[in-house]
């Protein structure tokens, strides 16, 4: 593929994709693209997904679907990716597993965690990403709120409930733009008894805020102020992508809370 710049209409920039999707693609097509991807979490891998696009593209859509939640055929990744694990759990009972599963939703706001499953007068102190113990590769937010899930009904009601506190804001680009980054994390742990194995793992999928151009948004106050902490963490992570493809020695994490909040789900094993 080949855009312009419109300023400049002479330059081309060159972009490959795996895959390309017409604008009438249903829901259902795009999951059909990241099913393997999202079975893999059974299989004991970490496995993250990201929706990334210019503020207004659909990203939010793609996630969870529509506000209020349609007909089952208009609902985003996060309730098909659920359903498709639960019925893959299902499965594997009859080979002797059982597994567990419990979910969680939070928002980088301006570069602080907030918990979407809890309203605004019942959080406490801001939300930390620690380490889960000294010299330990392994993160997690403790007082983060985790809720034991079994079916879609139940995560559907999660998204309900994450989405009317979930920072949003009219601008220049989009009358209701995602002014935070949602991370929904379903943490999944099997064991089969007979054969006294068990396996962890989670799968993460991500609604990053749109990336803005600040002369097109409009922004000004607090608004731009979001708009400058979004850009600068959508580079992190840029940056962050590049030196895992580069296998530079360091990967620069550290640089924003997404891109240290996702850490486990970006490097070592994950997919």
Same mark, same amino acid.
């Given at each position: 593929?080949?855009?312009?710049?419109?300023?400049?209409?002479?330059?081309?920039?060159?972009?490959?994709?795996?895959?390309?999707?017409q604008?009438g693609?249903?829901?259902?097509?795009?999951?059909?693209e990241?099913?393997l991807?999202?079975?893999?979490?059974?299989?004991?891998?970490?496995?993250?997904i990201?929706?990334y696009?210019?503020?207004?593209?659909?990203?939010?859509?793609?996630?969870?679907?529509?506000?209020?939640?349609?007909?089952?055929?208009?609902?985003?990744?996060?309730?098909?990716?659920?359903?498709?694990?639960?019925?893959?759990?299902?499965?594997?009972?009859?080979?002797?597993?059982q597994?567990?599963?419990?979910?969680?939703?939070?928002?980088?706001?301006?570069?602080?965690?907030?918990?979407?499953?809890?309203?605004?007068?019942?959080?406490?102190?801001?939300?930390?990403?620690?380490?889960?113990?000294?010299?330990?590769?392994?993160?997690?937010?403790?007082?983060?709120?985790?809720?034991?899930?079994?079916?879609?009904?139940?995560?559907?009601?999660?998204?309900?409930?994450?989405?009317?506190?979930?920072?949003?804001?009219?601008?220049?680009?989009?009358?209701?733009?995602?002014?935070?980054?949602?991370?929904?994390?379903?943490?999944?742990?099997?064991?089969?008894?007979?054969?006294?194995?068990?396996?962890?793992?989670?799968?993460?999928?991500?609604?990053?805020?749109?990336?803005?151009?600040l002369?097109?948004?409009?922004?000004?106050?607090?608004r731009?102020?979001?708009? +400058?902490?979004?850009?600068s963490?959508?580079?992190?992570?840029?940056?962050?992508?590049?030196?895992l493809?580069?296998?530079?020695?360091?990967i620069?994490?550290?640089?924003?809370?997404?891109?240290?909040?996702? +850490?486990?789900?970006?490097?070592?094993?994950?997919?």
């Open positions: 593929s080949q855009v312009g710049r419109e300023r400049r209409p002479e330059l081309r920039y060159d972009f490959s994709f795996d895959r390309v999707f604008p693609a249903s829901q259902q097509e795009i999951f059909q990241i099913q991807l999202v079975q893999s979490a059974l299989d004991g891998y970490p496995v993250c990201f929706a696009g210019q503020t207004g593209s659909g990203k939010t859509f793609t996630m969870e679907g529509p506000e209020p939640p349609g007909a089952p055929e208009s609902r985003g990744m996060i309730p098909r990716a659920v359903r498709h694990l639960f019925r893959g759990a299902r499965d594997l009972a009859g080979k002797g597993w597994y567990h599963f419990s979910a969680s939703f939070l928002e980088i706001y301006n570069e602080s965690l907030r918990d979407l499953l809890l309203a605004k007068g019942e959080r406490g102190s801001e939300l930390e990403i620690r380490r889960v113990a000294p010299g330990s590769d392994e993160l997690h937010v403790p007082n983060l709120t985790w809720v034991p899930v079994q079916s879609e009904e139940e995560v559907l009601e999660l998204l309900l409930r994450a989405g009317s506190q979930r920072s949003v804001a009219r601008t220049g680009l989009n009358e209701r733009s995602s002014r935070s980054h949602s991370v929904f994390q379903l943490r999944i742990r099997g064991e089969h008894a007979a054969r006294d194995l068990q396996c962890a793992s989670s799968l993460t999928l991500v609604d990053l805020a749109g990336s803005e151009r002369e097109k948004s409009g922004s000004v106050g607090s731009l102020r979001e708009t +400058q902490s979004i850009n963490s959508l580079s992190a992570l840029g940056l962050v992508i590049s030196a493809c580069n296998k530079e020695a360091h620069p994490y550290r640089n924003s809370k997404l891109t240290f909040l996702l +850490q486990n789900c970006l490097g070592g094993h994950a997919k």
